[in-house]
């Protein structure tokens, strides 16, 4: 189930997101070319339509720059950036980009995840073991790491935000219910006192020293409420002001 989730298209489409997977660019070089990510790239450049499939080919000679596709040119220098309806494209660092050339491919989402699902690899050592191996293929070995700490990142915090929605249901279906039985418990109530009171079985001696007892129950339990509220608005506040994830007390009477 674990292994299930890891290769979920749920959990590989955050990560594709969070690193932008779906954009790839490649260094052409003479023997052969190369991946290029994070701090590697020369350039930034991002895409003003972010569905739409397309390829573009970036080549530096001396101080000038073309971007082109089958359709369209753009020509720069490289102390300009340029900015249309296709793109924002700017210089990162232009010491050593003479004579190169680069090919931008953007692909949709849901071929991003495809092929990220092929790469990554999740298997379980043991039958009975809970740990799980994570094996990525790719020729970028900082791309690789960085999708693989993403990928554990966003397994955390799609677990955290399970629990919380779990919490949250729980919550208002106690609180509904609890609404519900209040309700009838006071209907009930009500009912027996005037069936009592019709019937002549009401005694106000009596009924006086059960309602003193009552009173006496409700105080206690609710005094055992307020304790419990105390502790649940301290384990609130931590939890509002941890600034990473933390283990929290567990068994403490709420």
């Not at 790719?138 to 919490?167: F, P, Y």
């Not at 509904?176 to 079985?201: A, F, P």
């Amino acid at each position: 189930n674990d292994i299930s989730v890891i290769t979920s298209n749920h959990i590989l489409g955050k990560v594709v997101k969070k690193l932008d997977l779906q954009t790839s660019i490649t260094e052409l070089g003479r023997i052969k070319s190369s991946l290029v990510f994070g701090d590697e790239l020369p350039f930034y450049i991002k895409f003003k339509n972010l569905t739409k499939p397309q390829k573009w080919n970036i080549s530096f000679n001396n101080d000038s720059i073309s971007i082109s596709n089958q359709l369209n040119t753009f020509k720069l220098k490289k102390n300009e950036q340029i900015e249309n309806n296709h793109f924002y494209f700017k210089i990162n660092d232009s010491l050593f980009l003479n004579n190169r050339n680069y090919i931008v491919s953007r692909v949709s989402l849901n071929n991003a995840i495809k092929v990220l699902k092929l790469r990554i690899l999740a298997k379980a050592p043991s039958k009975n073991g809970e740990i799980i191996d994570l094996l990525i293929s790719g020729t970028n070995q900082k791309r690789n790491n960085a999708i693989l700490n993403t990928l554990i990142n966003v397994l955390i915090e799609d677990r955290i935000t399970d629990q919380r929605q779990l919490s949250k249901a729980s919550i208002n279906f106690i609180e509904k219910r609890l609404e519900i039985l209040t309700n009838t418990i006071d209907t009930i109530s009500k009912k027996i006192i005037t069936y009592q009171l019709n019937n002549g079985v009401y005694n106000s001696d009596e009924q006086t020293t059960i309602l003193l007892s009552n009173i006496k129950e409700e105080n206690e339990a609710s005094f055992d409420l307020k304790i419990q509220i105390e502790i649940a608005t301290s384990l609130l506040n931590q939890l509002k002001d941890q600034q990473d994830y933390q283990i929290l007390p567990a068994n403490i009477g709420i």
